[in-house]
């Protein structure tokens, strides 16, 4: 089978550092597995890798949609299988990097999804609605469902919203047998050098303009509901508000991740964990 190394994850653990090193040794591209990256102009608030940053190494499905529009996983899905034979094509290695648990589940699990049209006069009343109705309303209509969705994520809410309205219920989604080998490599940071990392990520974000890449978002016609979506869900953001936001993410990232027992877990704020973590995403790669 042919071999597609995953470098996953909390937020500000060094996961994109880590795929572009792992890549210029052995001859990769990276795909990203990030919801939010995938959209242009969401660049700061993100935490995007730069140009310089990717030191030569080709990067997929970062600022391809429009912010305004929406991007379902099952388009995800699509391109970054598009991406991954391209690469192998190549006779390069595909290396998936991001902290999007379910982007990253829809691919290494091989995962069914159900093909439905988005239907926008539904999304526009939904989008009205707090998080809290539209949690109600998904668990009267699939309690299932309910209890295994992210009850704190408006768009995904929506999505399983929209997926019953068309077909009467939420699918159960089908894990399927993957061609591929996916090397799963899973960083983590304890909380208390997570908290310092992501104070200090925040602080540079501000100094690099974050107020402003909002400001410029609202001009070209983002509203504030999108902007809530994309977790920019206060009027004046702080950087005490911004920090304490990432850091429930991350909470939630690592609750998602704990289920997947193929992960092969390093503590990133020990410097022989980094060399290590490099080493054995390597060494499973070329143990053939």
Excluded at 114 to 124: M, Q, S, T
Excluded at 157 to 162: G, H, N, S, T
Excluded at 236 to 255: D, F, G, H, S
């Amino acid at each position: 089978m042919k071999k597609v190394i995953v470098i996953l994850g909390q937020t500000a653990t060094g996961k994109s550092s880590l795929a572009v090193k792992i890549a210029k040794k052995i001859n990769g591209e990276v795909i990203s597995a990030d919801s939010r990256q995938v959209y242009k102009k969401l660049d700061i608030g993100t935490g995007k890798i730069t140009k310089k940053e990717m030191h030569g190494v080709p990067h997929y499905l970062l600022n391809i949609i429009d912010p305004k529009n929406k991007f379902s996983v099952f388009e995800y899905q699509h391109l970054a299988k598009e991406k991954i034979e391209e690469i192998l094509q190549r006779n390069k290695t595909p290396i998936i990097c991001g902290g999007t648990g379910f982007y990253i589940d829809v691919l290494t699990k091989g995962l069914i999804l159900p093909e439905v049209l988005p239907n926008i006069k539904l999304r526009k009343i939904l989008e009205k609605k707090s998080i809290i109705e539209l949690f109600k309303i998904l668990k009267k209509y699939d309690l299932k469902r309910a209890q295994n969705i992210d009850s704190k994520n408006k768009v995904r809410l929506i999505r399983a919203i929209e997926i019953v309205k068309a077909l009467g219920k939420v699918p159960q989604i089908i894990e399927t047998k993957s061609s591929y080998k996916f090397i799963k490599i899973g960083l983590y940071l304890p909380i208390d050098k997570l908290k310092k990392k992501v104070e200090k990520r925040v602080k540079k974000m501000f100094q690099q303009g974050l107020l402003y890449e909002i400001e410029k978002l609202k001009k070209i016609g983002v509203s504030s509901e999108r902007l809530k979506e994309f977790g920019f869900e206060y009027n004046n953001p702080t950087e005490e508000k911004v920090i304490t936001e990432t850091l429930k993410y991350a909470k939630r990232q690592m609750t998602w991740f704990k289920r997947d027992k193929e992960i092969k877990w390093f503590d990133m704020s020990k410097k022989e964990n980094r060399t290590m973590a490099i080493e054995s995403a390597i060494v499973l790669y070329l143990n053939r």
